[in-house]
């Protein structure tokens, strides 16, 4: 059984830093991508960064020069480097693994979230 744990959130000032991580454990074939996404309170879910399994970023244009995704595939861990930090960038940070099987599709494991929190 798949399990995702995210760890690394907490209480920042602005202008901060915090080093988010997603660890997985059990056995994950296919993996086409793993994804940072967030949800701030009355805001819907919005993806935050992603890396390919070819090694391709992409993150959002808020984040865009202040976050950086990077993972461990030896280890099948996910960072997420978030320097600079803002009050909007207050939410719940969640990880998601996407795997592609060429016969079973499309399957996303999620990890229950860490609240990253940026305040004065």
């Known amino acids: 059984q798949v399990q995702l744990v995210e760890s690394g959130g907490g209480l920042v000032q602005p202008g901060g830093s915090l080093r988010l991580s997603c660890a997985a454990s059990?056995?994950?074939?296919?993996?086409?991508?793993m994804v940072w996404h967030r949800q701030a309170p009355g805001k819907q879910r919005e993806l935050v960064a992603l890396i390919t399994s070819g090694g391709r970023t992409n993150y959002a244009y808020s984040v865009r020069g202040r976050f950086s995704i990077s993972r461990d595939s030896a280890n099948n861990t996910l960072y997420l480097q978030m320097n600079s930090l803002k009050p909007e960038d207050t939410a719940v940070y969640y990880c998601?693994?996407?795997?592609?099987?060429?016969?079973?599709?499309?399957?996303?494991?999620w990890g229950q979230g860490t609240q990253v929190t940026v305040s004065s």
């Open positions: 059990g056995s994950i074939f296919s993996i086409n991508s």
């Open positions: 998601n693994v996407v795997t592609i099987h060429s016969v079973l599709g499309r399957k996303d494991y």
